[in-house]
């Protein structure tokens, strides 16, 4: 019996983006986190790896970056390595002193002081889009709300030309792309290159301008007149830019629209929040966690390890799964369950911990806080009028369409 047990736990591969498009991904963690939390996966697409499935080994492993490394030469923070010659250094790909000084340029515009500045003009625009969606109609929420909305506030944060502002949102996509998938918007790893140098080529005209003129409070001004970036090699340059804009992008826009999924497939909840709008704080931290947008984070062994009981060798791949930590019923009462008034909302790993948290979850935070503010304010009805299209990927967590209609 335990033979055969470990035989099936042996074949479990959780790195199938198939797994996420077909949302077919629980069963397999639930019997990962019970049966073999810190599992080793021999073969796989990507290699050998580690999956690290339960909330309390994926902290450990978050908040301890002297043994596990993010470093873009060490593989960098996906399961699948980046294709050698190709690796786009960033931050988010870096270990400290690096990390650091990097991290802490780009900080001080998701401060809360600029996050305050940043309300009226998030609440207008949230506002303007939603009084111009259609009423007794079908039409795409990830199009017309996720991504018009995350889309502007890039626009916002870069100071970019407002009528290429689409842009951001291709380059994204292209970031983010498994170029294995038959809908992906890039086929090869050349390709998805190429791209990215043309969008390199594109933010370096703005860079240029921008660090020949007085510091200015956007990200490219900020990025160009600090010490520790203005004299970024081109493919940091890249992969810097590249990191601001999937970061600022795809986490928010999915669980814009995980959330409203969310909602409408429990209606007891929705109520709730409609009885109670001081809970919209806890819905957004609520669907964060259950949503998840970024499924994993990758690192590497710099050592010898010894995580829950397993021998871990220097150079393995160490993989969290975002995802499975947020489900750990060990730690997150009834984990598989959206309920908006948890005692504690926030205790979720969708943002890391760490010195690698995401830097802009106030931002996000905020942006979905106003969503739901001004859909409540209209007590606008939904619903949903067919199955999501999901993205084909082990690293994202997206929704590329989802047919809504607002009834009321």
């Known amino acids: 019996m335990a033979q055969a047990l470990q035989r099936k736990l042996t074949s479990i591969d959780v790195s ?4 996420y498009q077909d949302d077919v991904w629980r069963p397999l963690f639930a019997q990962l986190r019970r049966d073999d939390s810190v599992h080793y996966c021999e073969a ?6 580690w999956s690290v499935t339960r909330y309390d080994d994926i902290f450990t492993v978050e908040l301890d970056h002297e043994n596990y490394s993010s470093s ?11 294709p050698k010659g190709q690796e786009f250094a960033n931050f988010i790909r870096m270990d400290p002193p690096g990390h650091t000084a990097h991290r802490r340029t780009v900080a001080p515009i998701v401060a809360p002081s600029n996050l305050v500045n940043l309300e009226p003009l998030i609440r207008q625009r949230t506002s303007d889009v939603l009084d111009a969606l259609p009423r007794h109609e079908t039409f795409d929420w990830v199009a017309r709300v996720s991504t018009e909305l995350t889309n502007m506030m890039l626009a916002t944060l870069f100071d970019f030309p407002w009528a290429d502002r689409s842009m951001l949102t291709w380059w994204s996509d292209v970031a983010i792309a498994n170029v294995d998938s038959p809908d992906a918007v890039v086929h090869s790893a050349d390709e998805r290159v190429a791209e990215l140098t043309k969008m390199g080529e594109y933010f370096r005209k703005l860079w240029d301008a921008r660090a020949d003129a007085p510091p200015a409070f956007d990200l490219i001004s900020m990025l160009a007149h600090s010490e520790a970036t203005r004299n970024l090699q081109a493919r940091e340059f890249i992969g810097t830019i590249a990191l601001l804009i999937v970061g600022g992008n795809d986490t928010t826009r999915n669980s814009m629209t995980g959330g409203l999924m969310a909602l409408v497939e429990n209606p007891a909840q929705f109520e709730l929040l409609r009885s109670k709008r001081e809970l919209i704080p806890s819905l957004v931290a609520e669907t964060i966690r259950y949503h998840t947008p970024v499924l ?3 690192r590497t062994a710099r050592h010898d390890l010894e995580l829950a009981g397993r021998r871990i060798a220097k150079g393995d791949k160490v993989v969290m799964w975002y995802i499975s930590g947020n489900r ?8 598989d369950q959206f309920i908006i008034d948890r005692v ?3 205790q979720h790993l969708s943002f890391g911990a760490g010195i690698h948290r995401c830097v802009g979850d106030r931002l996000a935070e905020q942006q979905l806080r106003i969503l739901w503010e001004e859909i409540l304010q209209r ?3 939904f619903e949903i009028m067919g199955p999501p299209q999901r993205l084909y990927s082990n690293f994202i967590r997206g929704i590329r369409s989802l047919p809504v209609r607002i009834v009321n």
């Open 344 to 346: 504690k909302p926030r």
């Open 379 to 381: 007590d606008l009805h």
């Open 72 to 82: 873009s030469e060490l593989g960098g923070i996906q399961v699948a390595d980046q």
């Open 16 to 19: 199938d983006p198939h797994l």
């Open 296 to 298: 994993h984070m990758r």
């Open 44 to 49: 796989s697409p990507f290699g050998p790896y």
């Open 328 to 335: 750990d019923e060990d730690k997150i009462e009834r984990a």
